[in-house]
């Protein structure tokens, strides 16, 4: 356990304070905040995305932030390893990591050291998977994925369209599920002594009324704006 990095994690829902709480206890413990979240890692996206302000940070040094051109793709396995190294450099600065964001597949992955082995890709494969998306809706699709991997398909919202045609993608490619694939990818230990913080809130109607208050601040600051010029 000596050679594991101490991490502090905090998720939890948009606008439960998660920026906030994160820059308070890096600013108390001499911490770097290490983003979680898989939109703030564009440019160009600083209001759509909530990125935190300069006024916010408070000079606490934040990374994997903005600095990502929004038409590249940035895998999960992408982020275990950028998070990964950012880890390692503060930690050998002698400082704490704080791992902060929404995007729990990305914190979940971190955690608990998933071993993402790189697949040949067969771009017919996920060409077709599209097609049939686009021709006949999710539900043929997460109903194929009921029956080749019912455990998958239970932890799956229909509506996430990406990680069903990923699924399906991987075991047609490949015969093995994508629950046989994470269990597979798990370490014996995790890389990490790691101090979850999940935040919430006891009323979802004040968690909704604080997401409608940041619509319309966005909006304010240039929300459309800004979306007009990521869609050029």
Do not use: W
């Amino acid at each position: 356990m000596a050679d594991k990095a101490d991490i502090i994690v905090i998720c939890g829902p948009t606008a439960t304070g998660k920026t906030a709480l994160s820059v308070a206890l890096a600013k108390l413990l001499d911490g770097e905040v290490v983003s979680a979240d898989s939109m703030q890692i564009y440019k160009g996206l600083r209001v759509g995305t909530a990125q935190a302000t300069p006024e916010e940070m408070k000079g606490v040094p934040h990374h994997l932030v903005g600095f990502l051109p929004p038409e590249e793709r940035f895998s999960v396995a992408d982020y275990v390893r950028h998070a990964g190294e950012c880890i390692a450099q503060i930690t050998a600065r002698g400082r704490v990591p704080i791992v902060v964001g929404g995007t729990g597949l990305y914190i979940s992955s971190l955690v608990n050291g998933i071993d993402f082995t790189p697949d040949k890709a067969d771009p017919a494969v996920r060409a077709r998977l599209e097609t049939e998306l686009m021709e006949q809706g999710i539900g043929p699709l997460y109903a194929r994925l009921q029956q080749v991997d019912p455990e998958c398909a239970a932890k799956l919202h229909p509506n996430n369209h990406g990680r069903v045609l990923r699924a399906l993608e991987l075991y047609e490619q490949t015969g093995e599920t994508m629950s046989c694939r994470l269990a597979r990818s798990r370490p014996a230990q995790q890389p990490y002594r790691a101090l979850l913080i999940g935040l919430n809130m006891p009323e979802r109607a004040q968690l909704y009324a604080r997401i409608d208050a940041r619509v319309d601040a966005m909006l304010a600051h240039g929300l459309l704006e800004e979306a007009r010029l990521v869609y050029a």
